[in-house]
């Protein structure tokens, strides 16, 4: 079984998504850890609830961000998974371990990027008038959300909306992107070619119309 870390700065929905699939049985994996840079991070009473492992690097404990980054390196190198998941890290990984663990590393993020890469994606999406907006996961490369795209998917953009409930919004795309793309990840199921991510979907799409995007409850959880 193959084996995932988590790293997680605050809240943690995105982290638990994770969790429910596991527990569900839709995820065939393993949750090895727990890392988290905030000791307030409520992600680290969702592990705790769940039997996980937490491994707390408290950024504020550290002098610079090269020894902040010498510590997470050690603790990812000893978790020794075959895939690290960056659900809600609000840091940016350093060229180190972004080498290290290349291709190891999945982000998720509350935009269709290449839009509106960076913090307060949401907000400038609405600042930005566009009129649908999404989510996106993608592999981590030493770049700011910049890496190969897993998945993206959308969400409109309502003329009322604030950043809350914007962010309401693209969150549920964003509880049903990340486990897909787990599962896509840690089975193998997909080949990068340059840029392009090429996913093998097997039967994960059966029964669903291209260019769905309505919300697909239930058993295969196609975020499509
Ligand atoms: C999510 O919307 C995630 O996409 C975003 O932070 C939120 C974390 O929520 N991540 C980023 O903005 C990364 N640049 P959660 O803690 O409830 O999963």
Avoid at 18 to 45: E, K, Q, S
Avoid at 175 to 187: D, S
Wanted: contains cysteine; hydrophobic residues 40%.
């Amino acid at each position: 079984m193959k084996r995932i870390a988590v790293l997680a700065s605050g809240r943690g929905s995105n982290f638990q998504a994770l969790i429910d699939a596991i527990r569900d049985g839709y995820l065939n994996v393993a949750c090895a850890g727990l890392v988290t840079d905030n000791p307030g991070a409520y992600a680290i009473v969702r592990a705790r609830e769940a039997g996980i492992p937490v491994r707390v690097i408290d950024y504020s404990l550290f002098s610079t961000k090269e020894d902040y980054e010498a510590a997470l390196f050690s603790v990812m190198q000893s978790l020794d998974v075959d895939l690290f998941v960056l659900a809600g890290y609000m840091r940016i990984l350093g060229p180190r371990i972004v080498r290290e663990f290349s291709g190891r590393i999945i982000n998720i993020h509350p935009a269709l990027l290449p839009s509106f890469a960076g913090l307060h994606a949401q907000r400038q999406a609405l600042e930005y008038g566009v009129r649908v907006s999404g989510c996106t996961v993608h592999f981590v490369d030493e770049g700011m959300d910049t890496g190969p795209i897993i998945i993206q998917a959308c969400v409109p953009v309502f003329p009322g909306d604030d950043e809350e409930s914007l962010s309401a919004r693209i969150l549920e795309k964003e509880h049903q992107c990340l486990p897909w793309a787990v599962r896509i990840v840690c089975e193998g199921r997909f080949r990068i070619e340059g840029r392009r991510v090429l996913v093998n979907e097997g039967n994960d799409t059966k029964n669903i119309a291209p260019g769905d995007t309505a919300h697909r409850p239930g058993k295969d959880r196609n975020p499509f």
